[in-house]
């Protein structure tokens, strides 16, 4: 167990809608991170917060948003989804803006 | 960007071989991070590295960070049948902070 937690673990649907994923860092991290990884595929930085601010940004669409609340935990906003959002994302913290990242076990977004 | 290239993409050894793996980019990085990830799980932080030249072993895990700060390597001795599994790399440059991962490696351990 990383102490990382996201929920939720599974989500089912539809092409067009708006879902959001927690995420609960280790007790003591300050930085989160998300990271979408397709079916067989490598993980694809989104988005990074250290103590409620972004600090970094990857290929994030524009129909996603992400913000880190001041008790530490992320929310990853996805909007007007489609088939091809259809991913594990992952959460991952840090204790510092640097270093190690320990990841939570996944939300597994299924648009049908 | 900064995009990390692993190698090899998939290796078939046979139990008890020796396994060696890695990660080169065109950009220096002060830090590399080694991680496996299980089937529907996420990944695991086996080893970290942070400077140049150092070498760290975790059990039967050992890994480099490349002394021109653009490469990684890993191995793995007497594999086992549970180091099955997908294994990255990871770096993170010093200007950003953003943790990038190369494409993984996909390990399978024949008994």
């Known amino acids: 167990d990383s102490g990382v937690t996201q929920t939720p673990k599974h989500l089912i649907t539809a092409t067009g809608q708006r879902v959001t994923l927690r995420c609960s860092p280790r007790?003591?991290?300050?930085?989160v991170y998300w990271y979408q990884q397709s079916l067989d595929q490598g993980l694809q930085f989104l988005i990074q917060?250290?103590?409620?601010?972004?600090?970094a940004k990857g290929n994030i669409l524009e129909r996603f948003s992400a913000q880190q609340f001041p008790d530490l935990h992320s929310e990853l906003n996805l909007s007007s989804l489609e088939l091809g959002d259809s991913a594990l994302y992952f959460c991952?913290?840090?204790?510092?803006?640097?270093?190690?990242?320990?990841f939570g076990e996944g939300s597994r977004l299924t648009v049908l | 960007g900064q995009q990390l290239n692993q190698s090899p993409q998939s290796m078939f050894i046979q139990e008890g071989e020796d396994v060696s793996m890695n990660c080169t980019s065109s950009?220096?990085?002060?830090?590399w991070l080694w991680y496996k990830q299980d089937p529907g799980e996420g990944p695991v932080l086996l080893i970290a590295?942070?400077?140049?030249?150092e070498l760290t072993s975790n059990g039967r895990l050992t890994a480099q960070f490349g002394i021109t700060r653009k490469d990684s390597f890993l191995n793995i001795s007497a594999s086992i049948p549970s180091d099955v599994g997908i294994y990255f790399c990871?770096?993170?440059?010093?200007?950003?902070?953003?943790?990038?991962f190369g494409a993984g490696t996909r390990l399978t351990v024949k008994p």
């Open positions: 991952a913290s840090s204790k510092r803006v640097t270093g190690e990242l320990f």
């Open positions: 007790s003591g991290d300050l930085s």
């Open positions: 917060y250290y103590n409620g601010e972004e600090r």
């Open positions: 950009s220096i990085f002060n830090t």
């Open positions: 590295l942070y400077k140049a030249g």
């Open positions: 990871a770096g993170q440059l010093g200007n950003n902070n953003d943790m990038r």
